[in-house]
């Protein structure tokens, strides 16, 4: 498994643009890129994936260079209830998923 | 749609007495998951049912813990008897068919258990 390396923690402001990047030099060829977010008291929750270049949904934006060797997980306008913990993880065959630290981020108003 | 559901929600044991958690997967989903955070530590991931079969165990921590899905549906962790490092929050997860990459899991809120 890829190991990856991302910040301990992050503070906003509400309202602006985070940006959580991930280092993974070993990255596999057929690893996927996936980040979790997961808020006190719950369980970790799936918020996108992907392989190379951009990916974009309702939640977040991921980006990915063409070396893959980093992601970096964009959240826009973030509000007070984005504060959570965000975990990049890679691999393919993603069954075990290996969660690392993760990111804490707070967003503060 | 109900999510991943667990119970109990936190169970406070003596250290030597046995604790059963449930998990109750998304309807459909054969692939469930069982992962545990100890104190401090990261998510480990513990072992993997695909419908009634262990597909992996490799992370089961010893033979203390015991893992069922009979009938390929609700799934059971029975530790005994429970040490103090077993303390945690265990969480299950559920997916649908493996498409080929990672498939996305979905995850119960956890059961947290205090041994003392």
């Known amino acids: 498994l890829a190991k990856t390396t991302q910040p301990i923690s992050m503070d906003s402001y509400e309202g602006q643009e985070v940006n959580i990047t991930c280092s993974h030099n070993?990255?596999?060829?057929?690893?996927?890129i996936t980040w979790y977010q997961q808020f006190p008291s719950q369980g970790p929750r799936f918020i996108i994936q992907?392989?190379?270049t951009k990916v974009t949904n309702e939640v977040a934006s991921l980006f990915i260079p063409a070396d893959r060797k980093s992601s970096t997980l964009s959240l826009p306008r973030v509000s007070l209830s984005d504060t959570a913990v965000y975990y990049c993880?890679?691999?393919?065959?993603?069954?075990?998923?290996?969660f690392g630290k993760g990111t804490s981020l707070l967003v503060t108003p | 749609e109900a999510g991943v559901t667990q119970f109990p929600s936190h169970s406070v044991i003596e250290k030597g007495q046995t604790v059963t958690l449930r998990c109750d997967p998304i309807s459909g989903h054969d692939n469930l998951y069982w992962y545990r955070r100890v104190m401090g530590k990261e998510i480990k991931f513990l072992l993997h049912f695909v419908k009634e079969s262990k597909q992996d165990e490799s992370g089961m921590p010893n033979n203390r813990f015991l893992a069922e899905r009979t009938g390929g549906t609700y799934s059971t962790l029975k530790v005994q008897p429970a040490e103090l490092e077993d303390s945690g929050v265990y969480f299950c997860?559920?997916?649908?068919?493996?498409?080929?990459?990672?498939?996305?899991?979905?995850f119960g809120p956890g059961t947290r258990l205090t041994v003392l």
């Open positions: 997860a559920s997916s649908q068919v493996w498409t080929g990459r990672n498939n996305e899991q979905f």
């Open positions: 993880l890679v691999g393919y065959s993603g069954y075990a998923l290996n």
């Open positions: 992907g392989y190379k």
């Open positions: 070993n990255i596999a060829t057929n690893d996927y």
